[in-house]
């Protein structure tokens, strides 16, 4: 009987340190496909804000796409200049008047660049050539003081 009792309090125990785990996870994945194999074994490159930052004052061709969820974007006064919000599920189809050798820059606001990270990975699968996470997200971006415009409405 004692044992029952440990075995249901340690049960307990861990199903609330999994909800505790995942109850502040900001990425919405509803409608991310899994990666194929494929994607996975793709290594993607970052890119530092300041190097972002040198690129867009001297106009260098960067296509920066801006993978906040939903609704971050819409609390959001301001985005990246130069930057097109999507979603991660639909990064490839926004960008397929891209030319797949353009150099293209994804961001989030996600903790570890998660959703900027399996953006890229898919332009990647798909043909693009030259494809960036911008380190440290939205947050670097603006700690770095980085261009910036408003959004649109």
Known sequence: MRS???????????????????AFQNVDVSGIKPQTEQEQLVKVEFIAPDELKTKIANNEPVFIVDLRGPS????????????????VRRVVHRL??????????????CPADEAAIIGARSLLANGFKRVRVLKGGWNAWLQAGGQLKPRPR
């Open 4 to 22: 029952k009792k440990c075995f249901g309090v340690l049960t307990a125990a861990l199903a609330a340190c999994q909800t505790m785990t995942f």
């Open 72 to 87: 971050l974007y819409a609390q959001a006064d301001k985005t990246i200049k130069g930057a097109v919000h999507t979603k």
């Open 96 to 109: 397929r008047e891209v030319p797949r050798d353009r150099e293209v820059v994804t961001y989030c606001e």
